[in-house]
């Protein structure tokens, strides 16, 4: 069952300046130069319910345009979407009860007051019973440590306690469908870890739709097996990450440390990129040559030490994706 529906998704501005070299000129105050800007161009794809998909590209693609209008904070110029059998920005005030965001570092909790007070002001916001509600903080206090600082002011929280009192907040009225937004941004790696096993729990035992938009793959490699990736507006890749990697990750590395030396290393059809003292560095496309094919090769004729098989990182993948701007098929 799809949880969203995008058909042909534009989202255009028009944006004002001055004309150059007209500074100061009546002309320029009342003839500015205007232009429409293309953030998001015929995007088109289905989310179905429980997936957690990766919404991946530089600053610029487009992203946070998708989301606002996923979220219903922007219209779109043309096009169709379909939230959980919504239209986000024609529906809101029901829609908004049904969904829960969390953006990066812009809180939704109220700064002066203590964290558990800003969540006990979301109860009657959301118009959730009190006894469902109380079941789920405690359920989010524990899965998220929350405890220590329950009663401390918002201002005074750290990064990484404030996006786990954040998240704790977007999903108190039990919505269906999230959308995170860098959740993981600037936090420490002990941070990023507890908030990640945290999406994994609420994605995987409760079933919760969750669209994320990060530039710390990472979170990708951990929490994700579907990946979009937009480039200009536009969506580059929409698939499996373990497609993305075959098709467009074709250079692995093959190291090798040999247990003693030897003059000649080369295999047949494949010298080392790479050679110093007692190390060695294969490059193969994993492609047409599998690496135990390579490791075979070798055992006969080379006492060896250590081997490790090296693949490019997802990083270097969607670099390369951009570097070439390969459209999916």
Same mark, same amino acid.
């Given at each position: ?40 161009? #015929? ?230 990129? #790479? ?55």
């Amino acid at each position: 069952m799809a949880m969203i529906e995008v058909r042909n998704l534009v989202k255009t501005f028009s944006v004002t300046r001055r004309r150059p070299g007209l500074w100061g000129t009546v002309q320029n105050l009342f003839a500015p130069e205007r232009r429409l800007v293309t953030a998001v161009e #015929q995007v088109n794809f289905d989310m179905r319910e429980g997936e957690l998909v990766g919404y991946l590209g530089p600053n610029g693609a487009g992203k946070s345009t998708t989301i606002k209008m996923l979220t219903g904070l922007l219209v779109p110029t043309s096009g169709e979407l379909r939230v959980d059998g919504f239209v986000p920005w024609r529906d809101r005030s029901r829609y908004v009860a049904r969904i829960g965001a969390v953006f990066g570092q812009r809180t939704t909790l109220w700064w002066d007051l203590p964290v558990i007070e800003s969540f006990e002001l979301l109860q009657p916001m959301y118009r959730v019973p009190p006894e469902r509600f109380r079941r789920s903080l405690d359920t989010f206090v524990e899965l998220l440590e929350l405890g220590e600082f329950l009663n401390t002011p918002v201002r005074s929280l750290s990064l990484g306690q404030r996006m786990r009192a954040d998240l704790c907040a977007a999903l108190l009225h039990e919505p269906r469908l999230v959308f995170l937004d860098e959740p993981t941004i600037g936090l420490d790696v002990v941070a990023k870890e507890r908030i990640r096993q945290f999406i994994q729990h609420i994605n995987r035992e409760r079933g919760v739709t969750i669209l994320l938009t990060t530039h710390d793959l990472s979170d990708v490699e951990r929490l994700c097996e579907r990946v979009m990736i937009l480039d200009h507006g536009r969506v580059l890749y929409d698939g499996t990450l373990a497609t993305l990697n075959h098709r467009f990750e074709s250079d692995w590395s093959l190291v090798v440390t040999f247990a003693e030396p030897y003059e000649d290393v080369s295999l047949p059809g494949l010298a080392p990129v #790479q050679q110093e003292n007692l190390r060695a560095v294969y490059h193969f496309d994993h492609r047409q040559v599998a690496a135990a094919d390579l490791i075979q090769q070798l055992l006969p004729r080379f006492r060896i030490a250590d081997l490790e098989v090296r693949r490019p990182s997802l990083e270097e993948t969607i670099r390369r994706i951009y570097n070439e701007r390969l459209l999916h098929s």
